[in-house]
């Protein structure tokens, strides 16, 4: 397939922007990238914009039951952490999980995968953490998996066991870290259900220690470790995770200059997560100004999630990101390709440059800046995903 006149947002330093380029793609591949050499058959692409097919590189996308009712609550006074400890936020949601049939999770999280790939998303990670017992975190992580061969889209799953203590273990952190360590790890591990482990580090969740105890499990099974830190307070979550080589911290507003630091030398992503900064109002923005001078690579992501994040656009969230967080809508764009791949150790997307994987999105625009600047418009013309065209048509 030979795509030309095209506006090529490569994403390789920036933009890389390649005005009235052209594309070649063979079995999946890029096989070449550069200003128009239109010879043999080629498709006119009437000057729209290419970019790589988006990647939402943080989503809790499978889950049961609905929280509609804690944002009712938090508007009416309560804040996230009450909700919690009074047994709310994610508990509520890890009951109504534990409840549903895998056949019920399908088909809510299908409903809602749909929407992020209207928007030209090739590649998502989708995180456990909903479960809290062996048996639920693996259905989880099965629903993950099976979501990738229903849809045309690569999904990447995450063990999100330590998202927080359940219930029946809030006395006795101690055994919940060795079910944790000792079964689920193990199982999901020996089954192939997890391409990364996560964990919550916070004050509602898992301190610093627990969560090295969990890091250090999963790196013995090789397993990448990510976090979620510094979301609502500065525990130093982030530093720890750096010295395990964390291939993302997320959420950080409350990360400070020395955690930057300790992220920018370990080649840390930092993932912005603005869907749950606006849905929990928030008013602690993360230290973006640092995570530049200290050019740490910034990626962002939709948190797609019942409690704080409902948010099913990658769009959307770049868009937040600009207004919200101060990003340029090149390190928007930057935020959903090839840092995003890097969030997730993907070295064969994320760009449009030779032999990477020919994910790509062709958008009715005509500058890659005019992506972040709507909200609630799709202007995605087609999607080709391994060098197929899987959405749209070609012109
Ligand atoms: O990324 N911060 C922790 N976990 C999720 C929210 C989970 C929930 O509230 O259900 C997040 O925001
Ligand atoms: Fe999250």
């Known amino acids: 397939m030979h795509l030309t006149n095209l506006s090529i947002a490569t994403m390789v330093n920036g933009y890389g922007l390649i005005e009235k380029g052209a594309v070649l793609i063979e079995k999946g591949v890029i096989k070449s990238v550069g200003p128009d050499t239109p010879k043999g058959t080629t498709i006119d692409c009437g000057g729209r ?3 790589p097919g988006l990647i939402d590189c943080h989503t809790h996308l499978v889950y049961g039951g609905n929280r509609a009712a804690e944002f009712e609550q938090r508007l009416n006074g309560a804040t996230y952490a009450d909700i919690a400890t009074a047994g709310g936020g994610i508990m509520s949601t890890v009951r ?3 409840a549903a049939s895998e056949a019920e999770l399908l088909e809510s999280a299908l409903r809602r995968l749909e929407s992020l790939l209207a928007e030209g998303v090739t590649t998502i990670e989708i995180k456990s953490g909903y479960g809290l017992d062996v048996e639920t975190e ?3 992580l099965k629903v993950a998996r099976t979501l990738g061969t229903l849809r045309p889209v690569d999904v990447k799953t995450t063990f999100l066991g330590a998202h927080t203590f359940p219930h029946e273990f809030r006395e006795d952190h101690e055994a919940y870290l060795k079910i944790v360590c000792d079964q689920a ?4 591990a020996g089954e192939g259900l997890a391409d990364a482990v996560d964990a919550f580090c916070e004050g509602i969740a898992f301190s610093v220690e627990e969560t090295r105890t969990v890091f250090k499990a999963a790196r013995a099974f090789n397993l990448p470790v990510k976090l979620h830190a510094e979301q609502l307070s500065n525990l130093g979550g982030a530093k720890m995770a750096a010295r395990f080589k964390a291939l993302s911290v997320d959420h950080i507003e409350y990360l400070d200059e020395e955690g930057v630091e300790s992220i ?11 869907g749950a900064f606006y849905y929990l109002r928030e008013k602690q923005a993360p230290p973006v100004a640092e995570l530049r001078r200290h050019k740490v690579p910034v990626a962002i992501a939709t948190d797609l999630n019942p409690g704080s994040s409902p948010v099913h656009s990658l769009l959307a ?3 937040m990101a600009c207004v919200l967080f101060g990003l340029t809508p090149e390190e928007a764009l930057l935020g959903v390709t090839a840092n995003a791949a890097r969030a997730l150790g993907l070295k064969d997307r994320g760009t449009i440059a030779v032999g990477q994987k020919a994910d790509l999105a062709l958008w009715d625009v005509k500058r890659p800046g005019d992506l972040a600047y709507p909200l609630g418009f799709n202007p995605l013309a087609a999607v080709i995903r391994n060098g197929e065209i899987i959405k749209g048509t070609l012109p």
Do not use: E, I, W
């Open 264 to 274: 920018s030398k370990s080649g840390t992503v930092a993932v912005l997560l603005p």
């Open 185 to 188: 790890l193990p199982r999901v």
């Open 138 to 140: 693996v259905k989880m």
């Open 317 to 319: 969230t770049m868009n």
């Open 49 to 51: 914009l290419l970019t």
């Open 96 to 98: 109504a999980t534990r």
